[in-house]
Nanobody, 123 residues
Framework: QVQLQESGPGLVKPSQTLSLTCSVS??????????WTWIRQPPGKGLEWMGA???????YYSPSLKSRTSISRDTTKNHFTLQLSSVTPEDTAVYFC???????????????WGQGTQVTVSS
């Protein structure tokens, strides 16, 4: 059974870098055809696709977040990470990691989501 679990600090100060890790079990971050994805949902708003990394390490980012976002992976630990720099209170959201078979928010039957983690940006 594939499981994804987000971890990281729940509170980040403005201007700092938000760092989250998604630990994967039941699958491998080197799995072909998979986009290991980060998505967030600000309070009262819809889902926002942030970016993804593939089995080969190729990365894809939302144009609106590209300048502040970095996604990487550690194949020895079977996890992938999100870094979002220069955060502001507008980055407050529930952050989800996801195993996906395409970019964006299109759903497929093979998708698997983490439970999500709340990150608040506040001084």
């Amino acid at each position: 059974q594939v499981q994804l679990q987000e971890s990281g600090p729940g509170l980040v100060k403005p201007s700092q870098t938000l760092s989250l890790t998604c630990s994967v079990s039941g699958d491998s971050v080197t799995n072909l055809y998979v986009y290991w994805t980060w998505i967030r949902q600000p309070p009262g708003k819809g889902l926002e696709w942030m970016g993804a990394i593939t089995s080969s390490g190729s990365t894809y980012y939302s144009p609106s977040l590209k300048s502040r976002t970095s996604i990487s992976r550690d194949t020895t630990k079977n996890h992938f990470t999100l870094q979002l720099s220069s955060v502001t209170p507008e980055d407050t959201a529930v952050y989800f990691c996801k195993r996906a078979y395409n970019l964006g928010l299109t759903k497929t039957s093979g998708d698997r989501w983490g439970q999500g983690t709340q990150v608040t940006v506040s001084s």
